[in-house]
Every structure is written in C-alpha cells, then in structure tokens.
C-alpha cells in the first residue's frame, strides 16, 4: 500500500498569516497532488505535480501556491491565509499512467483560519 | 454544477444486505472512473477503478459503468458495518487531478 504522509494534522492560523503544509510520499511516484475537502463541495483538485521542480494550476488555485523540491515532497503554501480557507486538506500521489493511475491519500491537514 | 453527480446523498443498509449507489457524469472528456471509500478522521482510499463499459467485480463489490450514458454504479453485497462510510465517485480524463462527487454516505445497521 502507498504510504502518503502529510504535517501537521492540525493547524490554527491567523487572518493574514503564512501557512505552508507539507506532503511526503516513500513510492517513488511521478505526480502528487493536493485536494480540499469542504462540505457540500466534496475534493476539489488545488495543484498537482508532474515531478521535481513542477507545478501545475488545479481548478481552484486562487490564494495557493505550491513547491515540488524532490520527488518525495510536495507542499501548499498559503502566504495571506483567509478564513475562507479552512478546510481539510489532502495530499495523493499517484504514478504516471495515461490518466489510469490510482492516487493514494494521505490522513489530511485540518486547517482553521481565525 | 457538479460535473459528477452522486445518488442518494444517503443510505441506509442492513448487515448483510446491498448497497446500490450511483454515479453520473456531465463531462465526456472523462475516460476514466474509481469509487474511493473514506471513513470518519481519514483519507480517501481507492475501492476499485473501472475503466472499460461492463461489470468489474472485487470481492463484495462490484462496479458498472456505461459510457454511452456516462453512469457509474457501486453495488456492495453482504453489507458489514465497516462499510459504513462516505463513498465518492471519482472521474478523470487523460490530464490533471481527479474531479470528485459530493459522496453517498452509507450507514449499516445491525
């Protein structure tokens, strides 16, 4: 089974704040990605990577960004987080297949923006 | 509007009965389909993918899909109370992340 880590598990931040979560994955998988989870929007797609050094935009990438410094890890950052942007936030990594591979999560950051 | 549609929100299932849950999509570019399972506290973890029209079977689990219609099913037979979670449908097409459902919460009861 993949193994996808994710820190911190929790998380308070201030309005305005710099928020960095990070995501680590030992499978030496090609693409990794980061997800939200809210209720009543399900998980919706932040960044993604294809390897080392890329990022690419999601479908709601507004206020995020995202590093890839090696395979292995792969963060968001907030750097003026928002209220707005509590939520659960997911990690997956998953290997290069033509769209058939099968992304593995990691637990989850829970994020509160006061 | 959510490209992936999921039905019931809810579900209710005695041990050792079926859970039918459903799936349709909006979208054509989507190629490819997986029913991801999440219990309380965790994340999402992959059920089983279907890619080709027809059944696909993995234990208790079988999954349908039609591509002419664009619906997905997930039919879980002899129920346990560990299923009882949250069930997303999931669609991709050759690029980029994984477009979820809101989900159908089931629920097993003795």
């Known amino acids: 089974e993949a193994a996808v880590t994710q820190s911190p598990r929790n998380k308070v931040a201030v309005t305005g704040g710099k928020v960095t979560l990070s995501c680590n994955q030992t499978?030496?998988?090609?693409?990794m990605y980061w997800y939200r989870q809210d209720t009543g929007h399900g998980l919706r797609l932040i960044h993604y990577?294809?390897?080392?050094?890329?990022?690419e935009k999601g479908d709601i990438p507004d206020g995020y960004k995202a590093s890839r410094p090696s395979q292995e890890n792969f963060s968001l950052i907030l750097e003026l987080a928002t209220p707005s942007q509590t939520s659960v936030y997911f990690c997956?990594?998953?290997?290069?297949?033509?769209?058939?591979?099968?992304?593995?999560f990691g637990p989850g950051t829970r994020l509160l923006v006061l | 509007q959510q490209k992936v549609q999921q039905s019931p929100e809810s579900l209710s299932v005695p041990e050792g009965g079926m859970a039918s849950l459903n799936c349709t999509s909006s979208?054509?570019?989507?190629?490819y389909f997986w029913w991801y399972r999440q219990h309380s506290g965790e994340g999402p973890k992959a059920l089983m993918?279907?890619?080709?029209?027809g059944d696909k079977k993995e234990g208790r689990f079988t999954a349908h899909l039609n591509k002419a219609s664009l619906h997905v099913s997930l039919h879980i037979r002899d129920s346990q109370p560990s299923d009882s979670a949250l069930y997303f449908c999931?669609?991709?097409?050759?690029?980029?992340?994984?477009?979820f459902g809101l989900g159908t919460r089931v629920s097993v009861f003795p």
């Open positions: 997956a990594s998953g290997d290069a297949g033509g769209g058939q591979d099968t992304q593995y």
């Open positions: 499978n030496n998988h090609n693409n």
């Open positions: 990577s294809y390897g080392a050094g890329s990022t």
């Open positions: 979208d054509r570019n989507f190629q």
């Open positions: 993918s279907i890619f080709s029209d």
């Open positions: 999931a669609a991709r097409d050759y690029a980029q992340g994984l477009t």
